[in-house]
């Protein structure tokens, strides 16, 4: 059996440090414990870092950024990059498996997406970098412009919790592509597949002191943001994360790339396939619990379809089974922690005493006593400024309002501080083009849901990121421009 097999083969991991390319403790001596939330065991202990272990990669990431990696050919960059891909791939069920302790996110979710992009995103940006160019310019017979690209520098990537491999190495790819050194700061909550990651970069020949890793909560995120010596920041986390390090970045003027929450609509208009409407809103609702930030969990559909939309809905969402992470039947696994688990609840009893109507779910899942599983939840009758329909939850909690026009239904659906993705559904090409201009969101899906294509700009508009990843803008952001003018 596939799921018993997984479980047992491989051993949580105690997580330390890797600054100069050794794994490490804290100066200070601290661990935290690192919990699996399916279940409330106790994985094993992480490093708890702060200043001084900060400082110490800093120092070394700034000095790697000298030697070696600074002046290695691009191709052999190209081929250590490609290679990290390939060991990812080697290492994909222990990987899996890590993620699926960490996380409580199905094992076969892991495999599927999080460590096979993860793995994708080195390929990816090993082809790119040896094809992207830079501008040049002949004036006339007076001079010839040409850009150089060169690293940044020292780069912070810092993580949130729901896709922690996948998210760390769509930052990590582009980031040594470019040429840069970096300090990496996982999220407190899933730190074993980042810990094995820097292992994997120096297995495939990134040199020592390129890639660094310090585990520890907010502050050592902190630490990091508010350095003198690190040049950029990419950070993937919550809005009010963002507008944090927003001010600690300030003195230092650091440039920035933000991707943040979101609160994404899923519009279904009369003339779309339903069918094909019910099996993706399934995915973009309830998978990985909810935790995804372009899942679309303000769902508006057009009054004819509305009843039937619901009934078909609903009955597949309670087929979804929820529990074991390891169990590969299993759709909804645990949400990522105890701290997080109240907050998705305490929505549901928002939603109560908001009016809303639980159509299933709105409740801790029967039958699991240990773990932090929620039901998946269809909520109906809610206004449009209510918390629920407004603020992101981040769980397994939809909601469904109904609309009778175009006009009607792009003020409720641009009513938010929010702009990350959305999916618009509809048959009439007209219609798709015309509504796709006017949603205030960096991507439109239109009769589609988390279909992606790496070259792609990726990320939000509004309190929903600043910036844009994928291809060329991940160069940009990694890459600093230097324009060189030889006079003829
Ligand atoms: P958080 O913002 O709480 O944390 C993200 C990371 O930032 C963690 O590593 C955290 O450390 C660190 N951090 C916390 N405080 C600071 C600080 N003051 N300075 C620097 N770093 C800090 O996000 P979550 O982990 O809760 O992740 C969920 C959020 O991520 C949701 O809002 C979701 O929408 C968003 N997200 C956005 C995506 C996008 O592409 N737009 C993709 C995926 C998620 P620690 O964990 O130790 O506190």
């Known amino acids: 059996m596939e799921t018993t097999e997984t479980r047992t083969e491989v051993q949580p991991i105690d997580c330390s440090h890797y600054i100069n390319g050794t794994y490490v403790t804290s100066n200070n001596g601290k661990n935290f414990e690192n919990v699996n939330p399916a279940t409330e065991e106790v994985l094993g202990v992480v490093a708890e870092g702060g200043k001084e272990d900060v400082d110490q990669a800093v120092r070394v990431a700034r000095k790697a950024l000298k030697g070696e990696w600074g ?43 999080d460590i096979d992009r993860a793995a994708y995103n080195f390929h990816f940006f090993a082809d790119y970098m040896t094809s992207i160019g830079t501008e040049s310019y002949q004036q006339d017979d007076i001079a010839i412009h040409y850009a150089v690209r060169r690293p940044v520098g020292v780069v912070g990537l810092i993580n949130p919790w729901n896709l ?10 582009p980031a040594l592509a470019a040429g840069n050194t970096v300090v990496m700061k996982p999220s407190e909550v899933t730190p074993m597949t980042a810990t094995v990651l820097a292992q994997i970069c120096s297995d495939a020949g990134v040199p020592d002191g390129v890639v660094n890793m310090v585990h520890g909560f907010g502050e050592t995120g902190a630490a990091i943001t508010s350095h003198d010596d690190v040049d950029a920041i990419a950070f993937t986390g919550e809005t009010v994360t963002g ?9 230092t003027l650091k440039k920035l790339s933000f991707e943040l929450g979101g609160k994404n609509p899923n519009i279904i208009f009369a003339d779309a396939d339903l069918d094909d409407v019910i099996e993706t809103t399934l995915k973009s609702s309830f998978i990985n619990q909810g935790e995804v930030c372009l899942c679309g969990s303000r769902i508006y559909v057009e009054r004819p379809i509305y009843d039937e939309f619901l009934e078909k809905f609903a009955e597949r969402a309670k087929e979804l089974k929820v529990g074991d992470p390891f169990d590969p039947e299993t759709k909804v696994g645990a949400l990522v922690s105890e701290e997080h688990y ?34 998946p939840t269809i909520i109906t009758g809610l206004e449009n400024d209510s918390r629920c329909v ?39 090409i007209k219609r798709a083009t015309r509504l796709s201009a006017q949603i205030e969101a960096g991507m439109v899906w239109v009769n589609t849901w988390f279909l992606r294509d790496l070259r792609t700009p990726f990320g939000g508009m509004k309190h929903s990121g ?5 291809g060329a803008h991940s160069f940009d952001f990694y890459s600093e421009l230097t324009n060189v003018t030889v006079k003829l």
């Open 466 to 470: 600043i910036g844009r990843e994928g």
């Open 243 to 251: 507008s944090t390090i927003m001010k600690a970045a300030a003195p």
């Open 164 to 173: 922690p491999l996948l998210l760390m190495t769509w930052k990590l790819a």
């Open 342 to 375: 109240r907050k998705v609840l305490s929505y549901l009893d928002i939603a109560k005493e908001e009016g809303g109507n639980f159509l299933i779910g709105g409740k801790v899942a029967e039958g699991l006593d240990k773990g932090f599983f929620v039901e």
């Open 390 to 428: 407004s603020e992101e939850i981040f769980g397994p909690v939809v909601t469904v309002t109904p609309f009778d026009t175009e006009e009607e239904v792009m003020h409720q659906v641009n009513d938010t501080h929010y702009g990350l993705s959305s999916s618009l559904w509809t048959s009439n």
């Open 71 to 113: 002046n290695m050919p691009l191709r052999q960059r190209s081929a250590i990059i490609r290679k990290v891909g390939d060991l990812i791939l080697e290492r994909k069920d222990e990987l899996a498996a890590l993620e699926s302790l960490d996380t409580g996110k199905p094992i076969w979710l892991s495999k599927k997406v």
